[in-house]
């Protein structure tokens, strides 16, 4: 369920930054402001960004303290380094849809195009050991840099936080990119 609801709201959120507000017609009233578009971008997109670490820590809380009322003993430690792939996950996608938002300002397509590719994603990440086309693929998808190491178990692995900073950076400078040099719609 934890991937699922970080997924969601990580993906609405970053389809919803910059489509959402040329959808609700406010684009051309934020940005006649007299803050540069890369400035207003980034402090209405930071709020999105972080929301699915505090989604992560509330159930990484959630879990250790209603494992100890179930005597389940989980480690905190371990809890957070799957909760921290777990919200990279969501980021990842959630950069995605920002990118495709900026791009595009459509917030359907910014949407599902993110949704679908996390399906593929996870059918890619649970079919590799089964299919070896998917196996020879499967280290690029998001879901093996979320879970293929079981941070649950073997802690923080720092090589797939790694990567998925880099897809963040690279998606985010895309969005920005494609932000700036698109004649946005009021």
Do not use: C
């Not at 990842?92 to 849809?97: K, P, Q």
């Amino acid at each position: 369920m934890g991937p699922i609801a970080v997924l969601i709201y990580a993906v609405s959120a970053g389809a919803g930054a910059i489509g959402g507000e040329e959808d609700r017609h406010t684009m051309d009233l934020l940005l006649s402001n007299p803050v540069g578009r890369g400035g207003w971008w980034w402090t209405s997109s930071l709020p999105w960004r972080r929301a699915p670490f505090v989604l992560a820590a509330v159930m990484g809380a959630s879990l250790v303290l209603e494992g100890s009322l179930v005597d389940m003993v989980l480690s905190a430690d371990k809890v957070a380094a799957a909760m921290l792939h777990l919200a990279l996950l969501g980021v990842v996608f959630g950069s995605l849809a920002l990118a495709l938002s900026a791009a595009t300002g459509r917030t359907g397509l910014s949407r599902g195009i993110p949704a679908v590719l996390a399906v593929l994603a996870y059918i890619v990440n649970a079919l590799a050991p089964l299919v070896d086309v998917f196996d020879r693929i499967q280290k690029v998808s998001p879901f093996f840099q979320y879970i293929a190491h079981d941070p649950l178990r073997n802690g923080t692995a720092w090589d797939s936080v790694l990567v998925s900073v880099t897809t963040i950076v690279v998606l985010v400078a895309l969005a920005v990119a494609g932000f700036r040099r698109r004649d946005v719609a009021g």
